[in-house]
């Protein structure tokens, strides 16, 4: 079975408005999970690394006040994208990494588009 | 930083075949390769990997080799079928990096011909 779970799986939203995203580790606790960005044919782009209990680490590039990230328990992380435009339109991946193997578990995604 | 090419961008194959993708890597401390498939819609799920002190690793009709002074890696599917088609990522990573930070290959896509 599916070891993350994320939520919701499709969403269309209009500019302007926020979107939250829920990724769940369902077969172990994770301190750090990992949102991605993906563009049609592209490969993954890491936007931040959630911390739980602290502040999320971007990457270059990616703001902070736009995508906002908050992991409040050892199961779940949810990015937010705030003020959401047309050009925030894409496919958002979160991951889990498990700590015994270094075993990356992905999200099944979620498709995001802005009207 | 690591950087990661992955080759070829597409890739078609009968079924039955055998179907190559190849990765090179510019880290030399990089140990740790994973292999993803991605299906249309979804998310990434590893289906195998490989790290610095192994040289070939099997797992039924997929393997992966590893050759450090060369920094290069690849994925061997044998048999192909059509279920196979999809986007395959390679990635390599650091032992002191999470496999979260693992720089990615810009993928291959696969397409298995009944």
């Known amino acids: 079975g599916a070891v993350v779970s994320q939520h919701p799986s499709r969403v269309i939203c209009k500019s302007g408005t926020s979107v939250k995203i829920e990724c769940r580790s369902l077969d172990f606790q994770a301190t750090t999970m990992f949102w991605y960005r993906q563009f049609p044919k592209q490969s993954l782009m890491l936007m931040a690394t959630s911390n739980e209990g602290s502040k999320a680490t971007y990457e270059q590039g990616v703001e902070k006040d736009k995508f906002l990230i908050n992991h409040a328990s050892l199961t779940l992380s949810t990015l937010t994208v705030t003020s959401a435009h047309p050009e925030d339109s894409s496919f958002y991946i979160c991951?889990?990494?498990?700590?015994?193997?270094?075993?990356?578990?992905f999200g099944e995604g979620s498709r995001l588009t802005v009207l | 930083g690591e950087n990661v090419e992955q080759h070829p961008s597409t890739l078609s194959v009968q079924e039955g075949d055998s179907a190559v993708i190849k990765c090179t890597y510019s880290d030399s401390a990089s140990n740790y390769f994973p292999w993803y498939k991605q299906e249309l819609g979804k998310g990434p799920q590893l289906i195998i990997d490989?790290?610095?002190?192994?040289g070939e690793k099997k797992d039924q009709r997929i393997a992966v080799t590893l050759n450090k002074t060369a920094k290069h890696f690849s994925l061997h599917i044998t048999e192909t079928q059509p279920e196979d088609s999809a986007v395959y990522f390679c990635?390599?990573?650091?032992?002191?990096?999470?496999?979260?930070?693992?720089?990615f290959g810009d993928g291959t896509t696969l397409t298995v011909k009944p």
């Open positions: 990635a390599a990573s650091r032992g002191d990096t999470n496999a979260g930070k693992s720089t």
């Open positions: 490989i790290r610095s002190n192994v």
């Open positions: 991951s889990v990494e498990q700590q015994n193997t270094g075993e990356l578990f």
